[in-house]
């Protein structure tokens, strides 16, 4: 079987690290580290446990897109910490995580691992760029983020996405036939399908507000009967008589939202991505002093010796 390229949801991975691990994780000089150990394991794991030809730790250049925003003005309205004059709005981080993103970053760099990010663009749009380009080898997203579950595909290569939403341990591998299953959705065409059920659904925790009334099955029937959003749509504006009428009246009053719900909520495969190296798994780390360097700075012994002893040409651990 051909070695998958990996792509990696950075935020999320980080964000539940941060969460999973205890703040006493700190560096000597007081630093908490929790995020970047816990991250620094899944990177590892990843790397054992998937052996993939390439990886990319995939970044938010823009957590709330203008273009979405300008769609939607509630789309992750709630999570803004700071309105920014000019730029993107500053996000409700936790004050102890801000700091650690760097060490993260410097980390990946050292190692000689791939990040990639696209101006005014999410890391969705990263993922899904770069899911798109590929044609020859699979593809495994590894997020924490169900939003990404419209990306599964079958061909011209596979996609699939890796849900960690329990942690690595309890990981998921969903292609195309464990999204359409899970619900209850074609299988021809399940990644496009969950994003049209998810736009009809909704999602409180990015602000969408979705269709009053439609929940998740009923999306999910909908959409399965009708083929795609639009079409769906269609069939309601014309008084196809497999729309019920309450879901016809329900969709009618919801026009102004459905009208940029696809903006918002489908992921971008067109991003302009950029990378600060190539997407190969290196067989060592790029600078082995500066790895040392960072693992004795910020006490990431462990961490740091399991994602290099993960490296597929690793001959020994540079931080001892």
């Known amino acids: ?108 760099e050292a190692v000689g691992l791939a990040t990639a990010e696209a101006e005014g663009y999410e890391a969705d749009d990263v993922i899904g760029t770069l899911a798109t380009r590929e044609r020859t080898r699979p593809v495994e997203v590894v997020t924490g983020d169900r939003d990404l579950f419209q990306l599964v595909r079958h061909t ?27 619900y209850a959705l074609p299988t021809d065409g399940a990644g496009p399908a969950y994003a049209d059920m998810a736009m009809l659904r909704g999602d409180p925790s990015d602000g969408l507000p979705g269709v009053a009334g439609i929940g998740e099955k009923t999306a999910a029937k909908l959409i399965s009967r009708f083929g795609s959003f639009e079409s769906l749509l269609e069939a309601a504006a014309t008084g196809h008589r497999d729309v019920p009428p309450r879901a016809r009246k329900a969709l009618a009053e919801a026009a102004d939202y459905l009208a940029v719900a696809p903006l918002v909520v489908r992921v971008a495969t067109d991003a302009p991505v950029t990378a600060t190296a190539g997407e190969s798994v290196p067989t060592g780390p790029a600078d082995p002093e500066r790895v040392k360097e960072l693992a004795e700075r910020y006490n990431l012994g462990g961490s740091v010796t399991r994602l290099l002893a993960a490296l597929p040409g690793h001959t020994g651990s540079p931080t001892s």
């Open 1 to 108: 079987m051909t070695a998958p390229l990996v792509l990696l949801d950075a935020a999320s991975l980080y964000f539940r690290s941060y969460f999973a691990l205890p703040e006493s994780m700190t560096a000597p000089d007081g630093t908490p580290v929790n995020a970047v150990r816990g991250f620094t394991d899944t990177v590892a794991r990843v790397l054992t446990d998937r052996r993939p030809a390439g990886l990319v730790a995939c970044l938010d250049a823009d957590w709330r897109p203008e273009f979405r925003v300008r769609a939607l003005p509630s789309y992750k309205a709630h999570r803004v910490a700071e309105p920014a004059e000019s730029g993107p709005d500053a996000e409700e981080v936790p004050d102890t995580l801000t700091p650690q993103v760097p060490i993260i970053l410097e980390l990946l």
């Open 156 to 182: 011209p290569s596979p996609v699939s996405v890796i849900y960690v939403g329990k942690g690595w341990a309890k990981a998921e591998v969903l292609g195309p036939d464990e999204v359409a299953n899970r």
